[in-house]
């Protein structure tokens, strides 16, 4: 019984949320391999075999992987698919993206975003926005799981000692080219793997007053920004910034919700953060159910007076 965690990587690091996967493909008990799929992604593959709990780094560098197009990926996956019972992808953009295609040609049910190994064949999962956790069995030969990242915690980057493996790698599919990428550059911690995230909601009226409550804050601390469906869908904030069951999952240690009332599909988003600190005018918010502090007051003042506390 072996195991492959398809990393996600920008062919020069190993991304966080291949660490969690590679946690979910210790807990099912087999050895655990990585496949580095990219171009001039050799220094990519020696930071996979430094990760603990590694047996061995599949290399396959090519100018055919190197944007990550899902279909020439997924190739790659399914060249090598036989040789594994388990095949796991973190629950990111990325990995919903080839997981699907490799479970079809494998003819075979995915597993989706799992959040607990109870045994190599049982898995489970949140369903309803994260009301309810269904228990899943699976009897494919061959498992193709994306992971919930925030249901494990990471492996560490050192420690291991995997041997690399260098693999040939796929053809063109043809199918899709890479035309351009636009890469939004930030001093702030990425939003999915920051310790400390400060969210805004609809409540601050206007992406200016956005701006002007939520970053200050968010420089104190040193907090990555998020913000709800209702501000995301009002224009106050960029897209790459909701948190929710349509947006981004995460858990940092401490999360801070200015402003949002609490819709079931946000907290799907944040409720497994370590402290969360609710700051809403409106005692009946759905968000102080879920907060381990609460502050009835308003956003407009309380931040404010945060801010200048810190």
């Known amino acids: 019984m072996t195991s492959l965690v398809i990393a996600e990587h920008d062919n020069a690091a190993i991304k966080g949320a291949t660490l969690n996967t590679i946690t979910a493909a210790v807990a099912i008990g087999a050895d655990v391999h990585v496949l580095v799929a990219g171009h001039n992604a050799a220094a990519a593959a020696a930071a996979a075999a430094q990760i603990a709990g590694v047996s061995k780094v599949i290399h396959a560098d090519g100018a055919t992987l190197e944007a990550g197009l899902a279909e020439n990926v997924a190739a790659q996956v399914l060249a090598i698919a036989s040789h594994y019972t388990h095949i796991l992808f973190p629950a990111t953009a990325n990995g919903k993206n080839v997981a699907p295609r490799v479970a079809a040609k494998l003819d075979v049910g995915q ?13 489970e999962r ?15 030969a061959i498992k193709v799981i994306t992971v919930r990242t925030t249901g494990f915690d990471a492996a560490a980057t050192t420690g291991g000692s995997a041997t690399v493996e260098v693999a040939t790698a796929a053809t063109d599919s043809g199918k899709s080219s ?4 636009e890469v939004t550059k930030s001093d702030r911690p990425e939003l999915t793997a920051a310790k400390i995230i400060v969210s805004g909601g609809r409540a601050l009226g ?3 007053k956005f701006d002007e409550v939520m970053v200050p804050l ?3 601390l040193g907090a990555a920004i998020g913000a709800s469906r209702a501000a995301v869908d009002a224009g106050y904030a960029a897209n790459d910034l909701q948190v929710g069951q349509t947006g981004k999952i995460v858990a940092p240690q401490l999360y801070v919700a200015c402003g949002i009332s609490g819709a079931i599909q946000h907290l799907a988003g944040m409720k ?3 402290v969360i600190v609710a700051i809403n005018k409106d005692p009946e ?8 502090f609460g502050l009835e007051a308003d956003l407009f003042v309380a931040v404010p007076e945060l801010v200048a506390a810190l």
């Open 111 to 123: 597993i989706s975003d799992i959040t607990k190994v109870d045994s190599p064949d049982t898995f």
């Open 206 to 208: 206007s992406s200016e």
């Open 272 to 274: 497994d953060s370590k």
């Open 126 to 140: 949140p369903i309803y926005a994260g009301n309810a956790i269904a228990t899943v069995q699976s009897s494919d």
């Open 285 to 292: 918010a759905p968000i102080f159910s879920v907060a381990d």
């Open 218 to 220: 968010a420089d104190k």
């Open 178 to 181: 890479f035309v351009g990428r």
